[in-house]
């Protein structure tokens, strides 16, 4: 074959080159999730083991947001997973029709498991809990960790891969959603979350997508404000 013909078939094939899905919000609001896990655990164990006082205070206020944000951010998660990233992907990539059982399989597994640390959650945080409520709230987040941790391992080498290939067409407006669905929130609480403790890496991934102004509030008022509620968790 001529070299001007291979110039042009590389030219078409490039011309007709699939787009590929940029997940690294998904690895973000995973990393969050498992942050929030281990500062759970930790400070249930920890509230357990003290004495009635201010920090106990400020440790249960912060256990207290620390939980509501993951409680919201993770049934919001699955909630949008179930209903329109998996329908979108099995539809455009039929063979994960079968890996894609197993994601809603393991979101129906987690539920009550999250619904186990709900309860146990809200009797450990009242102003006076005592050391049983604390340690058997520790032990609901330890057995909800364990299972979270494995599904979120499994998307992540098991799902996303496919999202990558086959939704880069598609992906930017299924974000767009997502970000005008969270509205005002979205940069007021949504964003600090995820930029609690990020991977510096991914940190500077969302700033480079975000208007220099509106990152610098983000990052900066609405993140400390996060991190003043959360005071009591800071060790962890």
């Known amino acids: 074959m001529a ?10 094939m490039k011309a007709i080159a699939t787009p590929r899905a940029d997940v690294t919000m998904m690895y973000l609001i995973h990393d969050g999730f498992r942050r929030d896990l281990d500062r759970l655990e930790d400070g249930m164990h920890l509230l357990a ?5 201010p920090g106990r205070r400020s440790l249960v206020g912060a256990l207290e947001r620390c939980w509501a944000d ?11 997973e179930d209903d329109r990233l ?8 039929p ?3 079968e ?9 129906a597994a987690i539920g009550p498991l999250v619904r186990e640390c709900r309860a146990a959650v809200a009797l450990a945080l009242t102003p006076y809990p005592t050391f049983e409520d604390a340690s058997r ?30 939704l880069g067409e598609h992906w930017d407006a299924f974000e767009q959603r997502q970000r005008k669905e969270a509205g005002l929130a979205g940069l007021t609480r949504f964003m600090p979350w995820l930029l609690d403790d990020a991977d510096p890496v991914r940190a500077d991934w969302l700033r480079d997508r975000l208007p220099a102004p509106v ?9 400390r404000r996060r991190r003043r509620a959360l005071v009591g968790l800071h060790r962890f």
């Open 3 to 12: 070299h001007h013909d291979l110039c042009l078939m590389g030219v078409a």
């Open 49 to 53: 083991s003290m004495h009635a006082g």
């Open 70 to 80: 993951f409680d919201h951010y993770l049934n919001h998660h699955h909630t949008i």
């Open 86 to 93: 998996w329908p979108l992907l099995r539809r455009l990539a």
């Open 95 to 97: 063979m994960t029709g």
């Open 99 to 107: 890996l894609l059982e197993d994601m809603e399989a393991e979101h």
């Open 137 to 166: 709230a520790a032990d609901a987040v330890g057995a909800l960790r364990g299972d979270l941790l494995e599904h979120l391992e499994h998307e992540e080498s098991g799902v996303l891969p496919y999202v990558v290939d086959h």
């Open 215 to 223: 990152f610098a509030m983000v990052s900066g008022m609405f993140l």
